[in-house]
């Protein structure tokens, strides 16, 4: 039955049960149907000129980003100004989750993701997994692992697309081994990053990093018992679409808004122009 107030959500919440191997996130989206894949693979021509995007956008405003070391955090603020990465933002916080399936106007009705992600597929910003899959970004649509995927260690890594790869990475990491496992090209890892962006603080964010399947074209899969939605069938996070109004206002009482989530001066102009208008 379809989520009509905040305590239909929590009532949904109360039967994940509680373990201590694994920790939950949460994404929100307007329309049901959302397809869990990141904004780089939502269109052929964008995700053909990954590597292009990627070092364009650096290219041309190359002063915002003398901060930003490593291929995460570069891909990190790309998502934030809007650009399509290999990143799919998350959230530790529900009610966060549950206003982003809300605020977006759609005739679907919306949808909260759940995933309970094991611990060992949790990694922080300076993880040598996540180096490998950001830095997948800078290789052109040619990159593949699927005819290699199952040659011995040293003979994988001695693939010329594996060259290129150890290369970006030890750009970064000069200390990183010439070893990579195809497992890790092909994984999809939740990551935790540096809490310096207030967005990211005020949202609870963190981030799904895809690898590829194979080859670059096609992005790395979310294991299905990730996916409460899939794995518990008694537990049902879709939004009523005629509830969104209500639920958006529920959640304002709580302080969840656009102003609190968004932090930016222009949002902080949006929400109040919206508020007193």
Sequence with gaps: MPINTISDFIKELQKIPKKRDFELYFRGHSDKNFVLEPSIYRSKRIISNENKIFKEFILRTPSDFLNEKSALEKL???????????L???TTNPLVALYFACNEKSKQDGKV???????EDIKYYDSDTVSI???????????????IR???NYEFN????????LHEIKEEKSYFQNIINASDIE???????????NRIIKQSGAFLIFGVNGTKALPAKIPNDWIINLELKDVDFEINNNSK??????LNLLGINEATLFPELENQAKYLKKYYG
């Excluded at 001695?158 to 790869?165: A, F, I, K, N, V």
């Excluded at 994984?187 to 962006?197: L, S, T, Y």
């Design 76 to 86: 990190v603020k790309m998502q934030h100004y809007g650009l399509p990465t290999r």
């Design 88 to 90: 799919l933002d998350i």
């Design 113 to 119: 993701f759940a995933f309970k992600v094991p611990k």
């Design 133 to 147: 899959i950001a830095n997948i970004a800078k290789r052109p649509l040619s990159f593949s692992i699927e005819k």
């Design 150 to 152: 199952n040659l011995k």
């Design 158 to 165: 001695e693939q010329e697309d594996l060259g290129y790869l």
């Design 187 to 197: 994984r999809v890892v939740a990551v935790k990053v540096k809490q310096n962006n």
């Design 245 to 250: 109004d209500d639920i958006i206002d529920e």
